[in-house]
């Protein structure tokens, strides 16, 4: 490890220009590669107090063993040059997208004598014409079966096209209709070229001529009394309107632009991008990449654009492209844009209307593409026992930690604080062991304190567990063997609290994990390991130790922590917003006892409202299926005892909503927690803090 001062360069030895620079290992290897409008007041920045740098800035700059710069006139030279020498050295700290898929594209090879259409991956050829990418190829074979009844251009390989040269004879798509069989000389070289450049306007958008114009045939046939050929025609227009049909419009006025999206955690990104042609989906890709560098969401945006547009010219970089946030600076990015397609381009951040609504489209396929990427990541066998020796080794504990428990607290302004508490073994979620707690020893907002007081009550739990079936007996005990001793309770279910972790994780710093310790050692446990992740800069704080445990950005074992603390944040969410939910609908026969939710819902019905049912008799009450006299009573009688209080108000609409009470039940979770039900379904990831 480099000791960044043995490398730093001289006072006023690094120019006051524009410019990119380079740091080198010792192996003479370039591990960054970056740009600057000032080289001096950027590199300036990686040479001050290693303490201030970002973990994973201070990983690159003491990797390095030099830096070099190369100074260059504009700011959008940078920019070209920078993306140069990424493309030409890959350097491991720098941002690099990978497609989450090798995309396929419809390609109409132009540079050929007669031009073919065929599916094409991987890297761009001179003289091709490319439209999308596409999702799958079957539906670039959907789209090119429909189109070949109007534009019969070839779609043969170069062997099948020789042979049928040869022979004399086509193949088969020339015997129906669908090539016009250039091979045999049904049509010259310059009509089939004619054909070949109609289809790529269709495919670019311009549709509506060709529309028009089989209409108008379609038409001047039927007068004639041409009836075959007009029938002829009109499933051609039909076979066109179907192939469009395949992607809706989205934009009006035909408008062509790109839609990029970036969902981001702490360690890595996706970023969909959605092409739109003639205010058509025309294509749609997303990549992944390892945020090995601290970078903004417009960064981000940026090192996508260069690698979208990188190796684009003319129209295949669109007039108008979309982002979620703006490079800094964005002048040089869109004049370097504009150099690309030789005429103006607006990169902006849509506000509003249609363009808005689709950017939140491609926003929600960017969120479902890193989590999926998460899930593939996470269901790899050797990749999770990687995971779990590496925080075995971090933390210094005895055996990998095949049970982990992690906590988190969640309120809204100090009201309804609940807290969470998921499981994970062998790396993977056990959703049945999951357990929500209500905050009950105070009132307020004080997640230490919560957090001690969660972490009583679960472990508390477990040593009555403990207790209660004998497991602190002798092994020469002959009760130990019988029922109840065992793993799980005397009716078959398994037990509530019987399992203890080999870690415990909470959410948040160095007070959190002392707080936990704290309660640990007050019950006596002494063989739990605890630690907790601290969100900003993913720090793992463990007890009684003044400095976080910094582990790689690029460990497993850290990629497994943020799984469990993100689980935990979404589930201790989920149950506050529930229970703040039914607050505001709670009602007075939330208060009757043995009253079920069925029978609370044949009461509304009946009444109308818990108004109407508040000013009914008991013999009124009784005329209600399923309820009985003294069940009756005991309705009137809660309702009397609670008092009419001031109608119930949106405070979004102004809507009085005393009258819509429909007694939905508050359900709460007992002293040591409330168990998740079986198959309960996996609600989406909270997006509150």
Sequence with gaps: MADPSSYRPKPGQIPDSPGVYRFRDEHRRVIYVGKAKSLRQRLANYFQDLAGLHPRTRTMVTTAASVEWTVVSTEVEALQLEYSWIKEYDP???VKYRDDKSYPYLAVTMNEEFPRVQVMRGHKKKGVRYFGPYGHAWAIRDTVDLLLRVFPVRTCSAGVFKNAARTGRPCLLGYIGKCSAPCVERVSAEEHRELAEEFCDFM?????????????????????????????????IEALKKAMEKSAVVLADATDADLIA???DEL?????????????VRGQRGWVTDKVEEVTTGAL?????????????GDAVPKEVLVPALPDPVEPVQEWLTERRGSGVSLRIPQRGDKKALMETVQRNALQALGLHKTKRASDLTTRSRALEEIAEALDLDSAPLRIECYDISHLQGDDVVASMVVFEDGLQRKSEYRRFQIKGFEGQDDVRSMHEVITRRFRRYLAEKERTGEWADDENPDADRPGNGLTEEDGRPKRFAYPPQLVVVDGGQPQ?????RALDELGIDDIAVCGLAKRLEEVWVPDEGDPVVLPRTSEGLYLLQRVRDEAHRFAITYQRTKRAKRFRSSPLDDVPGLGETRKQA???????????RSATVDQICEVPGIGRKTAESIAAALVRAAPAAPAVNTATGEIMEDDEDGAPETTADAPGEPVPAGAPDERRGQET
């Design 268 to 280: 890595e990104a996706a970023v969909q991008i959605f092409h739109v042609r003639g205010g058509r």
């Design 513 to 517: 994990v002392a707080a936990a310790k």
């Design 603 to 613: 009461l509304i019905k009946h009444f109308g409202s818990v108004k109407r049912l």
């Design 301 to 313: 945006v940026e090192h996508a654009l260069q690698q979208l547009y990188g190796e684009e010219k």
């Design 92 to 94: 491991r700290f720098n």
């Design 262 to 264: 970036v969902a981001e």
């Design 204 to 236: 670019a958008g311009r549709t509506g001529t060709y529309l028009r114009r089989l209409e108008k045939q379609m038409t001047e046939a039927a007068e004639d009394l041409e009836y075959e050929r007009a029938g002829r025609l009109r499933d051609d």
